[in-house]
C-alpha cells in the first residue's frame, strides 16, 4: 500500500506506548517470548523505534533471546539510531510497570490497523480519481481488494515465511488426528465413497476442474456434492452463470425426491413434480422443501458476471458466513472477460481467469470447483474418455487447476452396447491431475431423470 501522507495532522499513532513496549523488552528481554507473535515491526510508527524493533525481532529469530547488550551492540554496529545508550536509556525510563507492556502491545495492534485503513482509503480515492477508463467492476473489486488486505494481514501475528520446524509441526498434528480418525484432518469430504477415497477430500485454497462434454451430468454432480456438504452444516456458495435460480432449486429437489425411489416407496417423478401432485406427492413434496430449507446454501444466478465481481460477492458472503465451506463455478466459458482483453489471445485470457480464481480460492481459504466445457476435438476421436489435451483450447488451465476431473459417460456414446453389457448411468470419474493425490478413475451412477448420483459401486 502506499505510505501516510506526512501533511496529515492526525494519525492512529500512540508513540508512548511504542516506547513503553520497546522499554520493557529492553529491561525485561524475556517478556520477548510474551510479544513476538503479536508485534511485527510494521506496528510500530516512529521510524526509530521500528528500528529497534526490527533489531529486536532479529535477534530472537537468530538465537532465540535477547539482552541489553545484544540490542546496544547491534544498534551501535548498524547505526540504526544515533546514540544508542542515550535512546535505550531513555526508553527504560519510560516504564511505569511490566503489566502495562499487553496493554501497550494491544494499543499498538489497534493503531497498526487503522493506519492499513486509512491507507487503503486514500489507496481507494486516488482508484476513482485516476480511474482511466476501468469499469466500475474493475474499480469496486480493486477498492475491496484493498480493504481485505487492510483488514487481515499482519495483525494475525502470522508470518507468511514459515521455518521447517512451523511446517513439520503442522505435518505431525495432522498425522494424529489422522490416526485418531478425526474428520478434520482430511479434506472436504463430498460424500462420494469413491471419490473421497480418491481425494481424501478436497483441500482448502485448491482449485478443482471438473469438465466434460454435453449432457456428462456437470452441473448435477457439482449440485449433489454442494448439498452432501451443507446437510452437514458446512455452508457453500453456487455462481451460475447458465441456469437461474429456479432451475437450480427445483435440480436440487429433484435428486432428494430420489431416495423414495431409491427405499422402494412410492416415487415423485420429474415429469409428475413439473405437473400436478396428488395429495400423497405434495405431502411428501412438502417434507423435502422442509428439510432443504434448513441447508446452508447460496447461489448467485447472475449471467455474464467477470472474475471481478464473481471475486467481489465471494468476499462479500465469506464475510458473512467466514465458515464457508465450497464454492462451485457454472462455468468456466460463461465468464465475461474484463474489458481490456478485447482483441488478446483468447486462450491466454481465459488461462488468465483461471488464475484469477484460482487466487481467490487461497484468498478465502475454500476449494473452488469451477466447471468446464470440453472442446470438440473429444468427438473426433473413436475412445471419447477426455484428456488433459481436450481443456488447451481453453486457456492454461491444467497449469493452474490443483485437481483435473473430467466426466464419461459410455452410454451416451454408445447406448447399445452398454445397454447389453448393463452399464447404462455408468459414469466415469477420471482424476486426470492431483497435486496431492494419486490419478486414476472411479465409477458413479447416473440417474438422469433425479439428476441424482450414487455410489453403488463401493459398499
Known sequence: MSSIPKSVAALPVDIEAEKRVL???????????????????????????R????????????????????IYNQLRKTKAVANPAEVLMGLTEAIVAISELEPSVEVLRLKAGLRRIMEASWAIESLVINEEGQDLAEIQARAQELIFAATESMLDGESDAKSLLEVLN??????????????????????????????????????????ARPSMGKTAFALNMVVNVAKRNIPTLIF??????????????????????????FEITAAEYQTRLSDQQFVRAQSVFNELYQLPVTIVDRRGLTCAEI???ARKVKANQPDLGLIVIDYLQLIRPPSHSSGRNWALVVGEMVRELRDLAGELDVPIILISQLNRGVESRIDKRPLMSDLRDSGNIEEFADVVMFLYRHDYYHPEEAAAEGTQGEVEIIFAKQRKGPTGTVKLKFVKEYTRFIDEYVQ
Open 23 to 49: 522499554g520493557i523488552l529492553v529491561k525485561y528481554p524475556q517478556e520477548i517470548d510474551n510479544v513476538v507473535e503479536k508485534l511485527r515491526p510494521e506496528h510500530f510508527y516512529y521510524p526509530e523505534h
Open 311 to 313: 471475486r467481489a460477492m
Open 51 to 70: 528500528k529497534i524493533y526490527e533489531t529486536i525481532w532479529s535477534l530472537y529469530t537468530e538465537s532465540g533471546r535477547i539482552s541489553y547488550t545484544q
Open 170 to 211: 503442522k505435518c505431525y498434528l495432522k498425522l494424529v488426528e489422522r490416526r485418531q480418525g478425526l474428520e478434520n484432518a482430511y479434506g472436504l469430504s463430498v460424500r462420494f465413497p469413491s471419490v473421497d477415497a480418491m481425494t481424501t477430500g478436497f483441500k482448502k485454497k485448491d482449485l478443482i476442474i471438473l469438465a
Open 240 to 265: 451460475s452463470l447458465e441456469m437461474d435460480d429456479e432451475q437450480i432449486g427445483d435440480r436440487i429437489v429433484l435428486s432428494e425426491f430420489f431416495r423414495y425411489k431409491e427405499e422402494g416407496d
